[in-house]
């Protein structure tokens, strides 16, 4: 059974920073490609970062680019987004999700598993 599990999101003023983890299980995580998206309330889950297995080349929205980074760890079968510089139309829930067969990594059927969010919020 495919697990993954967000961890990391809270409460933060505009122009901190967050790390969020998840923590993956019951897939052979090396081999899958990475992403986070987000949701904010009344708004579609869109895309903000992935990595893929092969090359570890990472993916950015535009939103967010230069300010937020994405990476793994085979070893603790772990992706993690770095956000630094936060602002309130951050504020979301954060989902990370794995895509298995190597899709189009911008979109949110690409990916065949999704873990349960974290919340972050960015107060002005």
């Known amino acids: 059974q495919v697990q993954l599990v967000e961890s990391g999101g809270g409460l933060v003023q505009a122009g901190g920073s967050l790390r969020l983890s998840c923590a993956a299980s019951?897939?052979?995580?090396?081999?899958?490609?990475m992403g986070w998206f987000r949701q904010a309330p009344g708004k579609e889950r869109e895309f903000v970062a992935a990595?893929?297995?092969?090359?570890?080349?990472?993916y950015y929205a535009d939103s967010v680019k230069g300010r937020f980074t994405i990476s793994r760890d085979n070893a603790k079968n772990t992706v993690y987004l770095q956000m630094n510089s936060l602002k309130p139309e951050d504020t979301a829930i954060y989902y990370c999700?794995?895509?298995?067969?190597?899709?189009?990594?911008?979109?949110?059927?690409?990916?065949?598993?999704w873990g349960q969010g974290t919340q972050v919020t960015v107060s002005s």
């Open positions: 990595i893929k297995w092969s090359d570890g080349v990472t």
């Open positions: 999700a794995a895509d298995l067969h190597y899709g189009v990594l911008i979109v949110t059927n690409a990916y065949d598993y």
């Open positions: 019951g897939l052979t995580f090396s081999s899958a490609n």
